[in-house]
């Protein structure tokens, strides 16, 4: 019975241990990484600047001034706290014996605090003068929805409307940006096709590039009247008396002869009175004093079309 208690009493000893040990692992795994954290921002980040023999003979032609451009490029928490390796004076020996004054220019900028030590690369890249041009900017081209239908109808014709705005003796094998491909797929999935399409045309490479921006403003097509070529004649009239109109139009289909006879040379016939000859005749027919003025307008229409003329007899006693 002794033993067993004993056993038992070892066992758990054992197990309270162990947990212990787990706790006390898991608290010195936690202390290690947020030591890892602290060190690793000692330094700040890596940081490069790119400049011309030019500009460094302009700006930055002593020690003194190298050592501002080199901490200038510091994160400014730890400015003053670290050393450079190389030196900014050996960089600068470095930069003065060189031939050719091109390259990286790189010091190894180091912080250290205890037992934590952390490094930046701060870095001055010499580089030729850029002469790249990609041209001034080219946004007053303007096109109506027909037009850009009509004569823009596929990505290479596209492509070909934006290389005709690139300024003149530009290199045309610049990028694009957006795409013509994804200009044409905003202007194809548009329900409203007018608006402003540009894109940032880039030419050069690496640190050395220029860009221009390139744009077609498209709008609405302009809403013009038919050209229209309907001409119904000139207006007309005659006089004639009553005795004439009972003598000789004394009836509708005389009166339609008459009406149509005072139309121009070479009207079409096809239009339309009003109104009609048969309401002239019985108005004529119907008035107590047949003198007057008999008027009907004829119309012609083609399609949004039309012209019109007014045709009068004048009865007279």
């Not at 990484?33 to 700006?59: F, H, K, R, V, Y």
């Amino acid at each position: 019975m002794k033993k067993l208690i004993l056993m038992a009493f070892l066992g758990a000893t054992m197990l309270s241990c162990s947990t212990e040990s787990l706790e006390l692992n898991d608290q010195q795994v936690e202390e290690v990484n947020a030591t890892t954290d602290a060190c690793s921002n000692l330094a700040g980040p890596d940081n490069s600047i790119d400049l011309t023999p030019a500009q460094i003979e302009a700006n930055y032609n002593s020690v003194s001034r190298l050592k501002i451009l080199y901490n200038n490029l510091l994160a400014k928490n730890v400015r003053g706290t670290g050393e450079f390796f190389p030196s900014i004076q050996d960089l600068a020996v470095r930069y003065v014996n060189s031939a050719d004054k091109f390259g990286a220019y790189t010091s190894t900028y180091t912080v250290s605090n205890g037992d934590c030590t952390d490094s930046a690369e701060i870095t001055v890249n010499v580089v030729p003068v850029c002469n790249i041009n990609a041209g001034s900017d080219n946004t007053s081209t303007v096109l109506t929805i027909s037009e850009v239908n009509n004569n823009y109808n596929s990505i290479s014709r596209l492509k070909v409307l934006y290389k005709s705005l690139v300024a003149s003796g530009v290199n045309t094998d610049g990028t694009f940006n957006p795409t013509i491909e994804e200009i044409a797929a905003r202007y194809t999935n548009a329900q409203d096709k007018t608006g402003y399409y540009s894109t940032t045309y880039t030419v050069g490479s690496g640190n050395c590039t220029d860009s221009a921006e390139l744009a077609v403003t498209v709008v609405e097509d302009e809403v013009t009247d038919p050209v229209c070529t309907v001409n119904a004649g000139p207006d007309n009239s005659i006089n004639l008396t009553t005795s004439q109109i009972s003598s000789n139009y004394n009836s509708v289909s005389r009166l339609k002869v008459l009406y149509g006879k005072l139309l121009g040379n070479g009207v079409s016939r096809q239009g339309t009175w009003s109104p009609s000859i048969e309401e002239l005749a019985k108005r004529y027919v119907n008035a107590n004093d047949k003198t007057g003025i008999y008027t009907s307008t004829y119309t012609l229409t083609e399609g949004d079309c039309s012209d019109s003329a007014d045709i009068s007899i004048i009865v007279t006693e």
